[in-house]
T-cell receptor, first 114, second 111 residues
Framework: GENVEQHPSTLSVQEGDSAVIKCTYS??????FPWYKQELGKRPQLIID?????GEKKDQRIAVTLNKTAKHFSLHITETQPEDSAVYFC?????????????FGTGTKLQVIP | DAGVIQSPRHEVTEMGQEVTLRCKPI?????LFWYRQTMMRGLELLIY????????DSGMPEDRFSAKMPNASFSTLKIQPSEPRDSAVYFC?????????FGPGTRLTVL
């Protein structure tokens, strides 16, 4: 089955700096890669996603890049703010014909220091 | 839309008791997922329904766990008998296209 590794497990940055979280996956059939943000005591919420036919996607201060050859994808947060502090999960999904199986990474706890 | 609804939000029970967790997916969503989240194991997929039919239950830890989806608007996850190691937050999620929307979760504590 799919195996998703996520690094680092914890990350502290100064407010205004950038944060980068990296993930690797094992199954070359994976074709959909969502990123979720989970604040303390809350549910995971989708913040950005990317499909395997796209190399990069941006949404304001958040960007995701995908290298299919290397099976790597990364989340980039620029100009970090204290409200970005949360646990971030990457995931790899095989999405075919209505069937979707998602495997999550182990999470990265991001702390933005004011 | 109210989003995915889960009940109860918190459940404290004693070892050996039966526990039933409930989920109402977003109206119109045809896929439903049950996850378990713990510090040790992270977010694990337990079972996945598509159009009310269980598609993949390979994540269900053992026979003590069972899940049903009798109709498009309701699903249950049952643990019988419960054990302390079942203590976790259980999330239900639903989707229509790509994105899974999570419910608020049920925090289960088994004493």
């Amino acid at each position: 089955g799919e195996n998703v590794e996520q690094h680092p497990s914890t990350l502290s940055v100064q407010e205004g700096d950038s944060a980068v979280i990296k993930c690797t996956y094992s199954d070359s059939a994976s074709n959909y890669f969502p990123w979720y943000k989970q604040e303390l005591g809350k549910r995971p919420q989708l913040i950005i996603d990317i499909r395997s036919n796209v190399g990069e996607k941006k949404d304001q201060r958040i960007a995701v890049t995908l290298n299919k050859t290397a099976k790597h994808f990364s989340l980039h947060i620029t100009e970090t703010q204290p409200e970005d502090s949360a646990v971030y999960f990457c995931a790899a999904s095989i999405d075919s014909g209505g069937y979707q199986k998602v495997t999550f990474g182990t999470g990265t706890k991001l702390q933005v220091i004011p | 839309d109210a989003g995915v609804i889960q009940s109860p939000r918190h459940e404290v029970t004693e070892m050996g008791q039966e526990v039933t967790l409930r989920c109402k997916p977003i109206s119109g969503h045809n896929s439903l997922f049950w996850y378990r989240q713990t510090m040790m194991r992270g977010l694990e997929l337990l079972i996945y329904f598509n159009n009310n039919v269980p598609i993949d239950d390979s994540g269900m830890p053992e026979d003590r766990f069972s899940a049903k989806m009798p109709n498009a608007s309701f699903s249950t996850l049952k643990i019988q008998p419960s054990e302390p190691r079942d203590s976790a937050v259980y999330f239900c999620a639903s989707r229509y296209t790509d994105t899974q929307y999570f419910g608020p979760g049920t925090r289960l504590t088994v004493l």
